[in-house]
């Protein structure tokens, strides 16, 4: 017999069924203004055509209206756009080639609406190896750094697993960086990501020992810092991000990176705060856009009424395997009515459990971040007939 159509019966983690009631949906609004007190980017996600005649694991074609549209909803929120980074799936079936193009179309479509935006250049067109010599390793981020300015650009300096597979040392750490960062026209955002959400930049910086990756990080920036705007470490460590956010040079932002801990790092202490560039901003979009304007007015009481809830659904979001974290960010995407389907480039969809997925909905919905609960409700029940949970 159907359940009322209001209800859902959800699967549980120790292996039953329960019935489950979403709450009355929250609207937060639109036309949020951008930050006064803080910089704040979403890395954002991208949306596959899904019905180009390829196959989804070996080929690429992206939905170019669904992608941009959903870059349009995050600038209307007062939210910068972190372009081709981790969250878009670069390096993990978002291509170089087609990466051009997504940074070519969304640096055009920012200027008609005078959004924020920052686009990653790597290596990732560079196959890694350890018989790679520094050289290529500069030629291949002079290209891409080339063709981000070259379309009117900001750069965030991406993490290189080609150079993580052929440096020997700091040194050549050092030396990619310096020439780098001597030639860019603007500062960049360099960022550094851990390999909980890349395995491939295990031992970044030179080290697997992250106080001494750190020193040749923050030697790097203080060398080079009027070419530096910032830094974003997604090392999921907040006393790690402190510690390095006091040791930065006066004018070089902490963006933060920590999806476990980003509303106390925003939030700040006596000695600063950090700004942030996150994915976990995609999925709670209309939650930080009405943080931020909390932040700017003053209401640190309203800001962690907003942020609080949603810290429970990050932690889950990015639970390990954490580089799998971009299923959950998408998932909500599609209930919230951003784009017609469940899907993913490289066919990532399949990359967290039903359960998973079941849970990432509970504590959405205890976030507030659904504002059309009976579309999404509606959408969730489809995706679990089909997943073998008859509703």
Same mark, same amino acid.
């Given at each position: !017999?159907?359940?009322?159509?209001?209800?859902?019966?959800?699967?549980?983690?120790?292996?039953?069924?329960?019935?489950? &009631?979403?709450?009355?949906?929250?609207?937060?609004?639109?036309?949020?203004?951008?930050?006064?007190?803080?910089?704040?980017?979403?890395?954002?996600?991208?949306?596959?055509?899904?019905?180009?005649?390829?196959?989804?694991?070996?080929?690429?074609?992206?939905?170019?209206?669904?992608?941009?549209?959903?870059?349009?909803?995050?600038?209307?929120?007062?939210?910068?756009?972190?372009?081709?980074?981790?969250?878009?799936?670069?390096?993990?079936?978002?291509?170089?080639?087609?990466?051009?193009?997504?940074?070519?179309?969304?640096?055009?479509?920012?200027?008609?609406?005078?959004?924020?935006?920052?686009?990653?250049?790597?290596?990732?067109?560079?196959?890694?190896?350890?018989?790679?010599?520094?050289? &290529?390793?500069?030629?291949?981020?002079?290209?891409?750094?080339?063709?981000?300015?070259?379309?009117?650009?900001?750069?965030?300096? !991406?993490?290189?697993?080609?150079?993580?597979?052929? =440096?020997?040392?700091?040194?050549?750490?050092?030396?990619?960086?310096?020439?780098?960062?001597?030639?860019?026209?603007?500062?960049?955002?360099?960022?550094?990501?851990?390999?909980?959400?890349?395995?491939?930049?295990?031992?970044?910086?030179?080290?697997?020992?992250?106080?001494?990756? !750190?020193?040749?990080?923050?030697?790097?920036?203080?060398?080079?810092?009027?070419?530096?705007?910032?830094?974003?470490?997604?090392?999921?460590?907040?006393?790690?991000?402190?510690?390095?956010?006091?040791?930065?040079?006066?004018?070089?932002? !902490?963006?933060?990176?920590?999806?476990?801990?980003?509303?106390?790092?925003?939030?700040?202490?006596?000695?600063?705060?950090?700004?942030?560039?996150?994915?976990?901003?995609?999925?709670? =979009?209309?939650?930080?856009?009405?943080?931020?304007?909390?932040?700017?007015?003053?209401?640190?009481?309203?800001?962690?009424?907003?942020?609080?809830?949603?810290?429970?659904?990050?932690?889950?979001?990015?639970?390990?395997?954490?580089?799998?974290?971009?299923?959950?960010?998408?998932?909500?995407?599609?209930?919230?009515?951003?784009?017609?389907?469940?899907?993913?480039?490289?066919?990532?969809?399949?990359?967290?459990?039903?359960?998973?997925?079941?849970?990432?909905?509970?504590?959405?919905?205890?976030?507030?971040?659904?504002?059309?609960?009976?579309?999404?409700?509606?959408?969730?029940?489809?995706?679990?007939?089909?997943?073998?949970?008859?509703?």
């Amino acid at each position: !017999m159907a359940i009322a159509t209001n209800t859902l019966r959800l699967p549980t983690g120790t292996g039953g069924i329960e019935t489950y &009631q979403p709450r009355p949906g929250i609207d937060y609004g639109t036309g949020f203004r951008e930050p006064r007190t803080r910089v704040a980017f979403a890395a954002c996600h991208v949306v596959p055509d899904a019905l180009a005649d390829i196959n989804p694991t070996l080929d690429l074609a992206l939905d170019w209206d669904a992608t941009l549209a959903y870059r349009r909803h995050l600038w209307s929120l007062g939210l910068g756009v972190a372009e081709a980074m981790d969250t878009a799936q670069r390096g993990m079936g978002l291509d170089w080639s087609t990466s051009k193009e997504l940074i070519r179309r969304s640096v055009e479509e920012s200027k008609t609406v005078g959004g924020r935006l920052a686009s990653g250049a790597g290596t990732d067109h560079l196959t890694p190896s350890p018989d790679l010599t520094i050289d &290529q390793v500069i030629a291949a981020y002079e290209e891409q750094c080339g063709y981000v300015e070259g379309v009117g650009g900001r750069i965030i300096l !991406m993490a290189s697993r080609a150079l993580a597979a052929c =440096a020997k040392g700091p040194d050549d750490y050092a030396t990619v960086y310096d020439r780098i960062l001597s030639q860019v026209r603007e500062p960049v955002i360099i960022h550094w990501l851990g390999d909980m959400f890349d395995p491939a930049l295990a031992g970044y910086w030179g080290s697997d020992d992250l106080d001494a990756a !750190m020193d040749t990080a923050v030697d790097v920036i203080t060398r080079n810092a009027s070419k530096v705007d910032g830094v974003k470490v997604s090392l999921l460590d907040d006393q790690r991000e402190i510690d390095m956010r006091r040791r930065l040079p006066q004018g070089v932002r !902490m963006y933060t990176g920590d999806d476990f801990n980003y509303p106390t790092l925003i939030r700040g202490d006596e000695q600063g705060y950090s700004d942030a560039l996150l994915g976990i901003f995609d999925a709670i =979009a209309p939650v930080a856009g009405a943080a931020f304007a909390a932040l700017d007015a003053g209401d640190l009481g309203r800001y962690d009424e907003l942020f609080g809830p949603t810290v429970p659904l990050s932690r889950h979001i990015f639970r390990a395997p954490t580089r799998f974290y971009k299923t959950g960010v998408v998932f909500l995407a599609w209930l919230n009515g951003h784009q017609d389907h469940f899907r993913m480039v490289n066919g990532q969809e399949s990359c967290r459990s039903v359960v998973h997925l079941a849970e990432l909905f509970r504590l959405a919905d205890a976030a507030g971040l659904f504002a059309d609960t009976e579309q999404v409700t509606a959408r969730m029940r489809s995706f679990l007939d089909v997943a073998g949970v008859p509703q």
